[in-house]
């Protein structure tokens, strides 16, 4: 059972360059969302979908990007990385509306901008 | 606002111990849910238990348990013999339903470290 994929692992970035994480879920779910989480923080909520072609933003979410084109891949856009960004970014789905239903995490993509 | 508080910033506990992570946390709704989540070495968020408000009672399973308590707005966690493979950073987490958005209120987690 795969779950929730990521890829990438780990990044660098330089301040200004761009990137796509990915994150994938093979669970037919209609919600999916994305984290950041800093160190020493707890998770903080970026953008979120309830189903594809659906997005909207949640605690966090300047300098990022989503779409949500199929129901398994919820891509999330860096577009000017800042340092700011430096994180750990954790993906999520559920199968519906939370918190009824439990939000399943990926295993996160470390983000480093110097 | 919703807050959730997780004071223990890091507990070390020594292999066979009991210990008990605290949880507090602040809502003004009637209906809400809890979580636990495990977050191991390795970096994936791994989910416990969810607890809705209404259900107060004590859950047992195998050496973890919870005590959900409204009149004190906690949710502990107690690992009971604790093992090495328990070291993690665990986190509790609030949702409310009813409030439109589809967020957990994460605390700041507790990291803990089994010692053998």
């Known amino acids: 059972n795969a779950g929730v994929t990521q890829t990438p692992k780990f990044r660098i970035l330089k301040i200004g360059q761009s990137m796509t994480l990915q994150c994938t879920q093979d669970?037919?779910?209609?919600?999916m969302y994305w984290y950041r989480q800093d160190p020493g923080m707890g998770l903080k909520l970026i953008y979120y979908?309830?189903?594809?072609?659906?997005?909207d933003k949640g605690e966090v979410p300047n300098g990022y990007n989503v779409s949500r084109s199929t129901t398994e891949d919820f891509p999330l856009r860096l577009e000017l990385a800042a340092p700011s960004q430096t994180s750990v970014y954790f993906c999520?789905?559920?199968?519906?509306?939370?918190?009824?239903?439990?939000?399943?995490f990926g295993p996160g993509t470390r983000l480093l901008v110097l | 606002a919703q807050k959730v508080t997780q004071a223990q910033t890091e507990i070390s506990v020594v292999e066979k111990e009991d210990v008990t992570l605290d949880c507090v946390y602040e809502?003004?709704?009637?209906?809400?849910?809890l979580f636990w989540y495990k977050q191991p070495p390795s970096g994936e968020l791994v989910f416990l238990i969810r607890?809705?408000?209404?259900?107060?009672q004590n859950e047992i399973s195998g050496r973890y348990s919870w005590n959900f308590q409204k009149s004190t707005s906690s949710f502990n966690f107690t690992i009971t013999a604790s093992q090495v493979v328990d070291s993690a950073v665990y986190f509790c987490?609030?949702?409310?339903?009813?409030?439109?958005?589809?967020?957990?209120?994460f605390g700041t987690g507790t990291r803990l470290k089994v010692l053998a």
């Open positions: 979908s309830v189903g594809a072609g659906i997005t």
């Open positions: 987490a609030l949702s409310d339903p009813t409030s439109g958005t589809y967020k957990y209120i």
């Open positions: 999520a789905s559920s199968q519906t509306f939370p918190p009824r239903e439990t939000q399943y």
């Open positions: 669970m037919n779910h209609n919600y």
């Open positions: 607890r809705n408000s209404f259900d107060e």
């Open positions: 809502t003004r709704d009637t209906t809400y849910y």
